[in-house]
Protein backbone atom coordinates (compact mmCIF):
# COMPACT_ATOMS: atom_id res chain seq x y z
CA UNK A 1 0.00 0.00 0.00
CA UNK A 2 1.44 2.82 -0.82
CA UNK A 3 1.83 5.96 1.82
CA UNK A 4 -0.83 8.24 0.82
CA UNK A 5 -3.55 5.57 0.83
CA UNK A 6 -2.39 4.47 4.02
CA UNK A 7 -2.55 7.67 5.25
CA UNK A 8 -5.93 7.88 4.02
CA UNK A 9 -7.08 5.31 5.60
CA UNK A 10 -5.27 5.89 8.92
CA UNK A 11 -7.56 9.47 9.05
CA UNK A 12 -10.83 7.39 8.42
CA UNK A 13 -10.19 4.93 11.05
CA UNK A 14 -9.49 7.98 13.34
CA UNK A 15 -13.12 9.72 12.27
CA UNK A 16 -14.28 6.54 13.08
CA UNK A 17 -13.02 6.34 16.45
CA UNK A 18 -13.68 9.21 17.12
CA UNK A 19 -17.15 9.48 16.34
CA UNK A 20 -17.89 5.95 18.18
CA UNK A 21 -16.60 7.42 21.50
CA UNK A 22 -19.03 10.85 20.63
CA UNK A 23 -21.73 8.24 20.38
CA UNK A 24 -21.23 6.71 23.43
CA UNK A 25 -20.60 9.89 25.61
CA UNK A 26 -23.80 10.89 24.04
CA UNK A 27 -25.79 7.75 24.76
CA UNK A 28 -24.52 7.50 28.20
CA UNK A 29 -24.43 11.15 29.56
CA UNK A 30 -25.77 11.88 32.77
CA UNK A 31 -29.28 13.15 32.55
CA UNK A 32 -29.86 14.89 35.75
CA UNK A 33 -29.66 18.64 35.92
CA UNK A 34 -25.45 19.73 36.17
CA UNK A 35 -24.77 21.40 39.40
CA UNK A 36 -23.31 25.47 39.36
CA UNK A 37 -19.18 25.67 38.32
CA UNK A 38 -16.83 27.72 39.65
CA UNK A 39 -13.01 27.55 38.86
CA UNK A 40 -11.10 28.46 42.44
CA UNK A 41 -7.80 29.44 41.92
CA UNK A 42 -5.02 27.69 43.88
CA UNK A 43 -1.63 29.41 45.71
CA UNK A 44 0.26 28.07 42.46
CA UNK A 45 -2.41 29.13 40.07
CA UNK A 46 -4.55 26.10 39.21
CA UNK A 47 -7.62 26.55 38.92
CA UNK A 48 -9.89 23.53 40.42
CA UNK A 49 -13.41 22.99 39.29
CA UNK A 50 -15.75 23.41 42.46
CA UNK A 51 -19.73 22.22 41.17
CA UNK A 52 -22.29 23.54 43.93
CA UNK A 53 -25.57 22.17 44.76
CA UNK A 54 -27.89 24.18 46.01
CA UNK A 55 -30.76 23.26 48.50
CA UNK A 56 -34.38 23.55 47.90
CA UNK A 57 -34.48 25.07 51.65
CA UNK A 58 -31.28 25.46 53.37
CA UNK A 59 -31.59 23.78 56.80
CA UNK A 60 -28.14 23.29 58.10
CA UNK A 61 -25.38 26.06 58.56
CA UNK A 62 -22.32 23.85 57.55
CA UNK A 63 -21.72 22.95 53.90
CA UNK A 64 -20.70 19.33 52.99
CA UNK A 65 -17.61 18.99 50.75
CA UNK A 66 -17.72 15.98 48.31
CA UNK A 67 -13.71 14.82 47.14
CA UNK A 68 -13.47 12.05 44.88
CA UNK A 69 -10.54 9.22 44.63
CA UNK A 70 -8.08 8.68 42.68
CA UNK A 71 -8.79 8.01 38.83
CA UNK A 72 -11.90 9.97 38.90
CA UNK A 73 -13.28 13.51 38.85
CA UNK A 74 -16.69 15.26 40.59
CA UNK A 75 -19.25 12.89 39.12
CA UNK A 76 -17.98 10.25 42.00
CA UNK A 77 -20.43 12.17 44.00
CA UNK A 78 -22.62 13.88 41.77
CA UNK A 79 -24.00 11.10 39.52
CA UNK A 80 -27.48 10.55 38.23
CA UNK A 81 -30.20 10.07 41.29
CA UNK A 82 -30.13 7.80 43.32
CA UNK A 83 -26.59 6.96 43.32
CA UNK A 84 -25.52 10.69 44.15
CA UNK A 85 -24.45 11.67 47.38
CA UNK A 86 -24.46 15.56 46.16
CA UNK A 87 -28.33 15.42 45.14
CA UNK A 88 -29.23 13.65 48.42
CA UNK A 89 -27.08 16.07 50.34
CA UNK A 90 -28.63 18.86 49.00
CA UNK A 91 -32.18 16.98 49.20
CA UNK A 92 -31.74 16.73 52.83
CA UNK A 93 -30.80 20.94 53.09
CA UNK A 94 -27.17 20.94 52.52
CA UNK A 95 -24.83 23.33 50.39
CA UNK A 96 -22.92 20.70 48.80
CA UNK A 97 -19.83 21.42 47.08
CA UNK A 98 -18.27 18.33 44.93
CA UNK A 99 -14.61 19.04 43.85
CA UNK A 100 -12.36 18.32 40.81
CA UNK A 101 -8.77 17.78 42.15
CA UNK A 102 -6.36 19.04 39.42
CA UNK A 103 -5.77 16.90 36.70
CA UNK A 104 -9.52 15.61 37.04
CA UNK A 105 -12.64 17.01 35.57
CA UNK A 106 -13.31 20.53 34.14
CA UNK A 107 -9.95 21.26 36.55
CA UNK A 108 -7.51 23.59 34.35
CA UNK A 109 -3.58 24.11 35.02
CA UNK A 110 -1.94 27.38 34.54
CA UNK A 111 -0.22 25.62 31.69
CA UNK A 112 -1.75 23.26 29.47
CA UNK A 113 1.42 20.95 29.69
CA UNK A 114 1.46 21.45 33.78
CA UNK A 115 -2.14 19.24 33.86
CA UNK A 116 -0.72 16.54 35.36
CA UNK A 117 2.28 17.47 37.55
CA UNK A 118 1.47 17.06 40.69
CA UNK A 119 0.91 14.77 43.72
CA UNK A 120 -0.91 14.51 46.89
CA UNK A 121 1.40 17.25 48.38
CA UNK A 122 -0.47 19.37 46.24
CA UNK A 123 -3.56 18.14 46.86
CA UNK A 124 -3.55 18.86 50.61
CA UNK A 125 -1.34 22.25 50.78
CA UNK A 126 -3.10 23.61 47.34
CA UNK A 127 -6.10 22.57 46.20
CA UNK A 128 -7.91 21.60 49.57
CA UNK A 129 -7.34 24.70 51.32
CA UNK A 130 -8.56 26.65 48.20
CA UNK A 131 -11.67 24.73 48.39
CA UNK A 132 -12.28 24.81 52.16
CA UNK A 133 -12.33 29.14 51.66
CA UNK A 134 -14.75 29.05 48.72
CA UNK A 135 -17.14 26.77 50.79
CA UNK A 136 -17.17 29.21 53.23
CA UNK A 137 -17.01 31.92 51.72
CA UNK A 138 -19.71 31.11 49.75
CA UNK A 139 -22.17 29.92 52.62
CA UNK A 140 -20.55 32.16 55.43
CA UNK A 141 -20.24 29.03 57.49
CA UNK A 142 -17.20 28.52 59.86
CA UNK A 143 -16.49 25.13 59.44
CA UNK A 144 -17.66 22.51 56.81
CA UNK A 145 -18.16 18.85 56.62
CA UNK A 146 -15.49 16.89 54.77
CA UNK A 147 -16.45 13.42 52.95
CA UNK A 148 -14.21 11.94 50.92
CA UNK A 149 -13.41 8.60 49.08
CA UNK A 150 -10.29 6.51 48.94
CA UNK A 151 -7.57 9.30 47.66
CA UNK A 152 -10.51 12.12 48.74
CA UNK A 153 -10.13 10.83 52.26
CA UNK A 154 -6.51 10.12 51.97
CA UNK A 155 -6.35 14.31 51.36
CA UNK A 156 -8.85 15.28 54.38
CA UNK A 157 -6.83 13.47 57.04
CA UNK A 158 -3.84 15.38 55.28
CA UNK A 159 -6.08 18.83 56.29
CA UNK A 160 -6.74 17.75 59.40
CA UNK A 161 -2.92 17.59 60.61
CA UNK A 162 -2.65 21.55 59.37
CA UNK A 163 -3.98 24.88 60.47
CA UNK A 164 -6.80 24.48 57.84
CA UNK A 165 -7.97 21.67 59.82
CA UNK A 166 -10.02 23.54 62.20
CA UNK A 167 -12.45 24.50 59.63
CA UNK A 168 -13.40 20.89 59.22
CA UNK A 169 -16.34 20.17 61.62
CA UNK A 170 -16.46 16.42 60.76
CA UNK A 171 -14.90 13.91 58.41
CA UNK A 172 -16.53 10.38 56.70
CA UNK A 173 -13.32 8.92 55.04
CA UNK A 174 -15.45 5.70 52.57
CA UNK A 175 -12.77 2.92 51.56
CA UNK A 176 -9.83 4.93 52.96
CA UNK A 177 -6.50 2.96 52.52
CA UNK A 178 -4.51 4.30 55.27
CA UNK A 179 -2.17 1.40 55.43
CA UNK A 180 -0.81 -0.30 52.08
CA UNK A 181 0.69 -3.66 52.21
CA UNK A 182 -0.64 -4.61 48.56
CA UNK A 183 0.40 -7.82 47.17
CA UNK A 184 -0.74 -10.14 44.10
CA UNK A 185 -2.78 -8.75 41.45
CA UNK A 186 -2.89 -5.67 43.74
CA UNK A 187 0.46 -4.83 43.90
CA UNK A 188 0.86 -5.34 40.02
CA UNK A 189 -1.96 -3.39 38.92
CA UNK A 190 -0.45 -0.68 40.76
CA UNK A 191 2.98 -1.23 39.10
CA UNK A 192 1.75 -1.71 35.53
CA UNK A 193 -0.47 1.69 36.16
CA UNK A 194 2.68 3.59 36.54
CA UNK A 195 4.55 2.10 34.27
CA UNK A 196 1.92 3.17 31.85
CA UNK A 197 2.06 6.75 32.98
CA UNK A 198 4.93 7.28 32.21
CA UNK A 199 6.45 10.25 31.95
CA UNK A 200 3.65 11.93 32.36
CA UNK A 201 0.26 10.27 32.66
CA UNK A 202 -1.97 7.17 32.39
CA UNK A 203 -4.74 8.71 29.93
CA UNK A 204 -7.18 5.53 30.10
CA UNK A 205 -9.96 7.93 29.90
CA UNK A 206 -11.01 7.34 26.01
CA UNK A 207 -10.19 3.76 26.93
CA UNK A 208 -12.72 3.54 29.60
CA UNK A 209 -15.46 5.53 27.11
CA UNK A 210 -14.61 2.93 24.66
CA UNK A 211 -15.18 -0.37 26.38
CA UNK A 212 -18.14 1.32 28.32
CA UNK A 213 -20.91 -0.59 25.74
CA UNK A 214 -19.40 -3.85 26.65
CA UNK A 215 -19.76 -3.90 30.39
CA UNK A 216 -22.31 -6.03 32.35
CA UNK A 217 -22.10 -8.03 29.69
CA UNK A 218 -17.98 -8.80 29.93
CA UNK A 219 -16.31 -8.61 32.83
CA UNK A 220 -12.80 -6.99 32.44
CA UNK A 221 -9.74 -8.35 34.14
CA UNK A 222 -8.71 -7.43 37.94
CA UNK A 223 -12.20 -5.29 37.89
CA UNK A 224 -12.43 -6.71 41.45
CA UNK A 225 -9.77 -4.35 42.96
CA UNK A 226 -11.79 -1.78 42.23
CA UNK A 227 -15.60 -2.84 42.92
CA UNK A 228 -17.63 -6.25 43.35
CA UNK A 229 -19.28 -6.01 39.75
CA UNK A 230 -22.08 -7.96 40.57
CA UNK A 231 -23.10 -5.28 43.39
CA UNK A 232 -23.79 -2.85 40.24
CA UNK A 233 -26.47 -3.16 38.42
CA UNK A 234 -24.92 -2.85 34.12
CA UNK A 235 -26.35 0.86 33.38
CA UNK A 236 -24.84 2.27 36.21
CA UNK A 237 -21.88 0.64 35.46
CA UNK A 238 -21.84 1.77 31.83
CA UNK A 239 -22.73 5.75 33.05
CA UNK A 240 -19.51 5.15 35.19
CA UNK A 241 -16.94 4.26 32.92
CA UNK A 242 -18.26 7.13 30.37
CA UNK A 243 -18.76 9.64 32.82
CA UNK A 244 -16.62 9.00 36.27
CA UNK A 245 -12.83 7.79 34.86
CA UNK A 246 -9.88 10.51 34.72
CA UNK A 247 -6.57 10.26 33.86
CA UNK A 248 -3.85 9.44 36.11
CA UNK A 249 -0.76 11.75 36.55
CA UNK A 250 2.41 10.26 36.52
CA UNK A 251 3.74 11.90 39.84
CA UNK A 252 0.80 10.65 41.99
CA UNK A 253 1.25 7.32 41.27
CA UNK A 254 4.97 7.49 42.05
CA UNK A 255 4.51 8.97 45.51
CA UNK A 256 1.63 6.05 45.78
CA UNK A 257 4.03 3.70 44.89
CA UNK A 258 6.52 4.65 47.46
CA UNK A 259 3.27 4.18 50.04
CA UNK A 260 2.65 1.11 49.07
CA UNK A 261 6.83 0.32 48.88
CA UNK A 262 7.22 1.37 52.29
CA UNK A 263 3.60 1.26 54.22
CA UNK A 264 3.71 4.78 54.65
CA UNK A 265 1.48 7.80 54.21
CA UNK A 266 3.55 10.58 53.81
CA UNK A 267 4.41 13.82 52.03
CA UNK A 268 6.78 13.40 48.82
CA UNK A 269 10.11 14.32 51.07
CA UNK A 270 9.09 11.91 53.65
CA UNK A 271 9.48 14.15 56.47
CA UNK A 272 5.37 14.76 57.42
CA UNK A 273 4.01 11.36 58.30
CA UNK A 274 0.28 12.08 57.62
CA UNK A 275 -0.52 8.59 59.40
CA UNK A 276 1.16 9.47 62.91
CA UNK A 277 -1.23 12.51 62.71
CA UNK A 278 -4.13 10.90 62.79
CA UNK A 279 -3.02 10.38 66.29
CA UNK A 280 -3.70 14.11 67.37
CA UNK A 281 -7.15 14.74 64.83
CA UNK A 282 -9.64 15.75 67.29
CA UNK A 283 -12.32 16.09 64.48
CA UNK A 284 -15.69 13.73 64.77
CA UNK A 285 -14.75 10.88 62.12
CA UNK A 286 -16.94 8.33 60.29
CA UNK A 287 -14.78 5.53 59.16
CA UNK A 288 -16.39 3.31 56.32
CA UNK A 289 -15.41 0.31 54.46
CA UNK A 290 -16.54 -2.34 52.63
CA UNK A 291 -16.63 -6.13 53.39
CA UNK A 292 -14.55 -7.19 50.02
CA UNK A 293 -12.78 -4.15 49.35
CA UNK A 294 -9.40 -4.90 48.20
CA UNK A 295 -7.42 -1.44 48.80
CA UNK A 296 -8.81 -0.43 51.76
CA UNK A 297 -9.95 -3.84 53.21
CA UNK A 298 -11.69 -4.27 56.43
CA UNK A 299 -8.86 -4.84 58.57
CA UNK A 300 -6.80 -1.73 57.87
CA UNK A 301 -10.39 0.23 57.80
CA UNK A 302 -10.09 -1.17 61.93
CA UNK A 303 -6.48 -0.50 62.52
CA UNK A 304 -6.85 3.18 60.95
CA UNK A 305 -10.03 3.82 62.94
CA UNK A 306 -7.52 2.56 66.37
CA UNK A 307 -5.33 5.70 64.91
CA UNK A 308 -7.55 8.06 65.37
CA UNK A 309 -7.13 10.16 68.53
CA UNK A 310 -10.68 11.69 68.50
CA UNK A 311 -13.43 10.83 71.05
CA UNK A 312 -16.12 10.79 68.32
CA UNK A 313 -15.48 8.31 65.75
CA UNK A 314 -17.55 5.54 64.29
CA UNK A 315 -16.70 2.73 62.08
CA UNK A 316 -19.17 1.04 59.59
CA UNK A 317 -18.60 -1.67 57.44
CA UNK A 318 -20.90 -2.92 55.08
CA UNK A 319 -21.28 -6.20 53.80
CA UNK A 320 -23.69 -9.47 54.05
CA UNK A 321 -21.92 -10.32 57.54
CA UNK A 322 -23.38 -7.00 58.90
CA UNK A 323 -27.00 -7.68 57.41
CA UNK A 324 -26.60 -5.90 54.06
CA UNK A 325 -28.47 -7.33 50.92
CA UNK A 326 -24.08 -7.65 49.22
CA UNK A 327 -20.77 -7.65 50.12
CA UNK A 328 -19.61 -4.39 49.58
CA UNK A 329 -15.93 -3.30 47.56
CA UNK A 330 -13.73 -0.35 46.84
CA UNK A 331 -16.78 1.59 44.67
CA UNK A 332 -19.70 -0.26 45.67
CA UNK A 333 -20.31 1.85 49.28
CA UNK A 334 -21.32 5.18 46.13
CA UNK A 335 -22.59 2.90 43.54
CA UNK A 336 -23.80 -0.31 44.52
CA UNK A 337 -27.02 -1.39 43.29
CA UNK A 338 -28.32 -1.00 47.41
CA UNK A 339 -26.14 1.88 48.27
CA UNK A 340 -28.24 4.41 48.10
CA UNK A 341 -30.50 2.67 51.02
CA UNK A 342 -27.59 1.08 52.60
CA UNK A 343 -25.37 3.54 52.99
CA UNK A 344 -26.19 7.10 51.89
CA UNK A 345 -28.78 7.05 55.04
CA UNK A 346 -26.26 6.30 57.80
CA UNK A 347 -23.84 8.67 56.29
CA UNK A 348 -26.45 11.60 56.47
CA UNK A 349 -27.90 10.55 59.38
CA UNK A 350 -23.95 10.64 60.74
CA UNK A 351 -23.44 14.34 59.50
CA UNK A 352 -26.88 15.52 59.97
CA UNK A 353 -26.48 14.58 63.77
CA UNK A 354 -23.34 17.24 64.35
CA UNK A 355 -24.07 19.68 61.78
CA UNK A 356 -25.78 23.33 63.33
CA UNK A 357 -29.44 23.22 62.15
CA UNK A 358 -30.85 26.27 60.94
CA UNK A 359 -34.26 27.81 62.23
CA UNK A 360 -37.02 26.44 59.67
CA UNK A 361 -38.71 29.41 57.20
CA UNK A 362 -41.41 30.81 58.88
CA UNK A 363 -44.37 29.91 56.48
CA UNK A 364 -45.61 32.78 54.00
CA UNK A 365 -49.55 33.92 55.12
CA UNK A 366 -52.39 32.61 52.94
CA UNK A 367 -54.66 35.24 52.74
CA UNK A 368 -58.26 34.06 52.94
CA UNK A 369 -61.33 33.61 50.12
CA UNK A 370 -64.32 35.98 49.60
Known sequence: MDPVRALAWAGLLALAAAAYLLAVRAVYRLRSPRPEVAWVPTPDGTRIAVHRRRPEVRRFLEPVLLCHGLAA???????????????????????VFTVDWRGAGASRARRWWARFLYDADDLIEQDAP????????????PQ????????????????????????????????????????GWVARLSRLALWLAWPLAFRQRWLSIGLAPFLGRV???????LLNPRAI?????????????????????????????????????????????????????????GSQDAL??????????????????????????????????HGDLLFGEHAPVEVYP??????????????????????AAG
Not at 316 to 329: I, K, P, Q, S, W
Open 130 to 141: ALLAHALGQTGA
Open 233 to 289: APPVLRKMYCNLVSSMGYRLLRQLADWNAHDAFRSRDGRIDYRARLGQVTTPVLVLG
Open 144 to 183: AFWVGHSLGALVGYGVLGRAEGARIGGMCALGAPVFFRYT
Open 296 to 329: ATPRAVLAQAELLGSGDKTVMLFGRENGDTLDYG
Open 346 to 367: RILRWVSDRASRLPEPAPSPVS
Open 73 to 95: NHVNFDFDPPHSLAHAFAAAGFE
Open 219 to 225: TLPLTEV
